[in-house]
């Protein structure tokens, strides 16, 4: 977390709004929606709800690369990282491992942004994408795959159709 932002905390001022913050809490909330954890099953965990907000993140940071907004999409990727040093301290993960532990999950987040990207490009091999991540290599019954099928490309195409300003602004 950016040493301002920590003192903002610290002495309860108001930051001043930051880039990628509208769509940040859109993408959060998208990945809330009960059906990621009812109709696809995806374990209502602390990995599961990871997965979920990385599937989720991975399909506004794909659109962003296709929008080419670098400015946007590092912003985001930042807003990321800040919430999981956060969510990380809060579970009781140490400072002298936060780093590391925050560094792990934006490479997942890589991982994720590839294989999702390549997945929906090719409209083949996203029931892959989707065990080998969302569900850990666990393969979910195949009424859950589908239903996590049908969510990811309906997500993807609400994304995709909607005007870059709109998606920078977690509007899709």
């Known amino acids: ?10 002495f309860g001022g108001s930051r001043p709004p930051q880039p990628a913050e509208a769509a940040y809490a859109a993408i959060v ?3 809330r929606q009960p059906a990621w954890f009812t109709r696809a099953e995806v374990p209502d965990t602390v990995d599961g709800r990871f997965d979920a907000l990385a599937l989720v993140l991975s399909l506004v940071l794909a659109r962003a690369q296709g929008a080419g907004d670098r400015v946007f999409e590092a912003a985001l990727v930042d807003r990321f990282a800040d919430d999981m040093d956060a969510s990380f301290r809060e579970m009781g993960v140490g400072d002298l491992s936060i780093s590391k532990t925050v560094g792990q999950a934006t490479g997942a987040l890589g991982g994720r942004l590839t294989a ?4 929906l490009a090719s409209s083949a091999g996203l029931d892959d ?9 666990a393969p979910p019954s195949a009424h859950a795959l589908a239903a996590a099928h049908e969510l990811t490309e309906r997500l993807a195409e609400r994304i995709g159709a909607a005007p870059w300003e709109a998606v920078a602004e977690g509007r899709w």
């Open 1 to 10: 977390m950016a040493l301002t932002a920590k003192l903002t905390r610290l």
């Open 116 to 119: 999702y990207r390549d997945a």
């Open 129 to 137: 994408a989707l065990v080998r991540n969302l569900y850990r290599g």
């Open 29 to 31: 909330a998208e990945a």
